[in-house]
C-alpha cells in the first residue's frame, strides 16, 4: 500500500502540473481545472483507502469548489460522512452526486447506505436503479443487495429471485450461496440447501450461521458425525450466539 507522505507527493506534483505550464496559468483554463479537481478527488480518495476519511475532507471540498457539481466529490464525501455517521450530510451528497450523474455505482452504495439506515423501499429502489446498468462490473453485488433488502421488507420469494439473479453473473459469491441454501432450507427444499451449503463451503470460513444450517441439513441426511462436528465448532466458535442456543433447542 502506497504510503501517506508518497500518496501526498504524487498528488502535490499532480495539482503543480495544473496550476502551471509554461507561462500558460492552467487554472484559468477549463482544462486545467478539471485537472485540478481530478487531482484533489485523486488525493481525498487516496486518503479514504488509507483508512483516514476525515483527512479527505479538504481535497474533496477543495474538488467541490472547482466544480460544485462534481459526482465524483460528493460521491467520496458522501462516504465520508457515512463513516463518521453524519447521516443528513451523507445523504445530502449522494443525492447531489447522483443529480451531477446517474451512476450505478453511486446509486448501489447510497442504496447500501439507505439500507443500514433502515430505509429498506427507497434502498431497494436505488438498488433497481442500479441493477439496469447491465455493463455495471459489480452488477452481480447489486443483485445481491436487492436480495438482502427484499428479505428485509419479508419478501422471500422475491429475494431468492434476486439471489438467483446474482448467482447467475457471479457463481462465487460466498454470501449469496449462504442465502439461497438457508432459503431452500426454509421451504424443505433440502436437495438444493445442500447443494448451495456445499458450494458455499468451498468457497468460504463458516459463520455461527452457515454452521447451524450445516448441522441441521447433516441430521436431515443422517450425518450424524458431520452434524456433530459443525455443533462442536459452533459451540467452541460462537458460544453465546443466538445460533447455537438455537442448536441446544433442536438437540433436546
Known amino acids: 500500500m502506497i504510503s501517506r507522505a508518497a500518496l501526498f507527493l504524487v498528488c502535490a506534483a499532480l495539482l503543480a502540473g495544473c496550476v502551471s505550464s509554461g507561462n500558460v496559468d492552467r487554472m484559468k483554463t477549463a482544462e486545467g481545472r478539471n485537472e485540478a479537481r481530478d487531482a484533489y478527488i485523486k488525493l481525498g480518495l487516496g486518503y479514504v483507502q488509507q483508512g483516514t476519511p476525515e483527512r479527505a475532507k479538504i481535497p474533496l471540498k477543495k474538488a467541490l469548489e472547482l466544480d460544485p457539481s462534481s459526482a465524483d466529490a460528493h460521491a467520496a464525501l458522501a462516504y465520508v460522512f457515512q463513516t463518521e ?111 448451495y451449503y456445499q458450494r458455499f463451503s468451498k468457497l468460504s470460513a463458516q459463520n455461527a450461521r452457515s454452521l447451524l444450517l450445516g448441522a441441521r441439513l447433516a441430521t436431515i441426511f443422517d450425518d450424524r458425525d458431520q452434524a456433530a462436528s459443525l455443533g462442536l465448532q459452533l459451540k467452541r466458535l460462537y458460544p453465546a450466539s443466538a445460533e447455537y442456543k438455537q442448536y441446544l433447542s433442536e438437540q433436546r
Request: glycine share 4%; aromatic share 10%; charged share 30%.
Open 85 to 195: 455517521m453524519e447521516h443528513d450530510l451523507a445523504d445530502q451528497h449522494y443525492r447531489a452526486a447522483l443529480s451531477a450523474r446517474n451512476d450505478a455505482r453511486i446509486l448501489n452504495n447510497y442504496g447500501s447506505f439507505l439500507f443500514e439506515r433502515g430505509r429498506y423501499e427507497e434502498a431497494l429502489e436505488r438498488f433497481r436503479q442500479a441493477s439496469a446498468d447491465t455493463l455495471y462490473s459489480e452488477r452481480s453485488r447489486v443483485f445481491e443487495n436487492l436480495g438482502r433488502t427484499a428479505l428485509q421488507l419479508g419478501r422471500r420469494e422475491e429475494a431468492r429471485d434476486y439471489f438467483a439473479r446474482a448467482l447467475r453473473l457471479n457463481g462465487r459469491q460466498p454470501s449469496t450461496l449462504l442465502e439461497l441454501a438457508v432459503l431452500a432450507y426454509e421451504v424443505q427444499q433440502y436437495v438444493p440447501a445442500r447443494e
